[in-house]
Each structure stands twice: as C-alpha cells, then as structure tokens.
T-cell receptor, first 114, second 114 residues
Framework: ETGVTQSPTHLIKTRGQQVTLRCSSQ?????VSWYQQALGQGPQFIFQ???????GRGNFPPRFSGLQFPNYSSELNVNALELDDSALYLC?????????????FGPGTRLLVL | DAKTTQPPSMDCAEGRAANLPCNHS???????VYWYRQIHSQGPQYIIH???NNETNEMASLIITEDRKSSTLILPHATLRDTAVYYC???????????????FGKGTLLTVNP
C-alpha cells in the first residue's frame, strides 16, 4: 500500500509568483486535506476536498485554491505569493467513510518565498 | 472542536515509559481524542485515537479519564527515535464524508535522552 506522496519536496519562488503543489492520496482514500505549517507552529487547516468537491475551508484568502481529480489526487495553488507564505505545506488523505476517518499525512513541500 | 492544553516540553530517559498528558476539559460527547507526532521537518504521523475507552496499538497506549476531560499518551519503552513534537487533538470523528479538519496546537516536544 502506497502512502501519501507530495511533490515537489522543496520549492523556491519570488514574491508575486504563483505556485502549484501536488498530492497523491493513499490508495482507497477519497478525501484530501491541505495544511500550512509555519516555522515553530502547528499545522493550520487550509481546506479539504471530498470526492472532488471542497468540503470545508480554513481562514485563508481566496488566492489559496485547490482541485481534486477523479483519481482523488489533489493540487494546491497559491497566487500572488507573499513572503509569509513561506512554510511547510502538508497534504493528508483519509478514507472518508463512516467507520474510519483518520487523516494520514504526506512528507510535505517546503516553500520558500523570496 | 474542543481546545487542548499540553506542556510545551518533556524529557524522558531512553528505555523508560514516556507519559504525555493532555487536558481537554471542554470536550463534547461525540469528540474523539487523536494523537499525532511530528519528527523534525517531516509530516505528522498518526499514533492513536479513542473516544472513551483506553486504546492500545503497536506504537502506544491512550488512557482517557472517566470524565473524558484529560488523557495520557504512553510510549512504553521510549527510544531516541521517539524524540518529536506530540500533538493532542480533539475533533468530531467518524461522520462519513464530513471529515473536516484537525486543529493543531503547539504540542509537546518530547526529548528522549540516552
């Protein structure tokens, strides 16, 4: 069974640019959640996708957007990058069933905005 | 989701049991207690979760008080590789398709010493 994978592992962008981060969910999981973790802080919820629809959103501006594909992989897009967007971006997948909804995290993508 | 309180840091000797406390005095009847850990710069790793009964798996044991206002994560024989930030999270679980978010605090930095 393949776990959650994310790409790229590291990324450097400049302020104002746009970035796309990718996540492949664990086999059999139909729900993907994205989190942002600033240095020294716990992860903060960005949004969640369940069966290709947004299923909840945290306190992040609209320039943070996402997609989920029919194979349940997902993308996180951030437009007009700001310096404060520098963080570890984490993706987590879960089965999305009544009996089991534990979220399993990928290794993350570390984004540096200069 | 209910708020949790954890000590910012703890030390443990290698080979000894590590007991990590968590207070969640405002927990609701349908909220589960989840524990994750995060080794430096990696994605959070799921450890265990429970509702009201004590739980044990290959990684740890979870002891929840009868009034459910606090819990303790027990690592029975801590090793150096258990050095990590441990997060206690309370959330509604098992709602099928309404998976929603995990709310992380700052967690407890457990340092296992040789």
């Amino acid at each position: 069974e393949t776990g959650v994978t994310q790409s790229p592992t590291h990324l450097i962008k400049t302020r104002g640019q746009q970035v796309t981060l990718r996540c492949s969910s664990q086999s059999g999981h139909n729900t993907v959640s994205w989190y942002q973790q600033a240095l020294g802080q716990g992860p903060q919820f960005i949004f969640q996708y369940y069966r290709e629809e947004e299923n909840g959103r945290g306190n992040f501006p609209p320039r943070f957007s996402g997609l989920q594909f029919p194979n349940y992989s997902s993308e996180l897009n951030v437009n007009a990058l700001e310096l404060d967007d520098s963080a570890l971006y984490l993706c987590a997948s879960s089965p999305g069933t009544v009996l089991q909804e534990t979220q399993y995290f990928g290794p993350g993508t570390r984004l540096l905005v200069l | 989701d209910a708020k949790t309180t954890q000590p910012p840091s703890m030390d443990c000797a290698e080979g000894r049991a590590a007991n990590l406390p968590c207070n969640h005095s405002t927990i609701s009847g349908n909220e589960y207690v989840y524990w994750y850990r995060q080794i430096h710069s990696q994605g959070p790793q799921y450890i265990i979760h429970g509702l009201k009964n004590n739980e044990t798996n290959e990684m740890a044991s979870l002891i929840i008080t009868e009034d459910r206002k606090s819990s303790t994560l027990i690592l029975p024989h801590a090793t150096l590789r258990d050095t990590a930030v441990y997060y206690c999270i309370v959330r509604v679980g098992n709602s099928g398709g309404s998976n929603y978010k995990l709310t992380f605090g700052k967690g407890t930095l457990l340092t296992v010493n040789p």
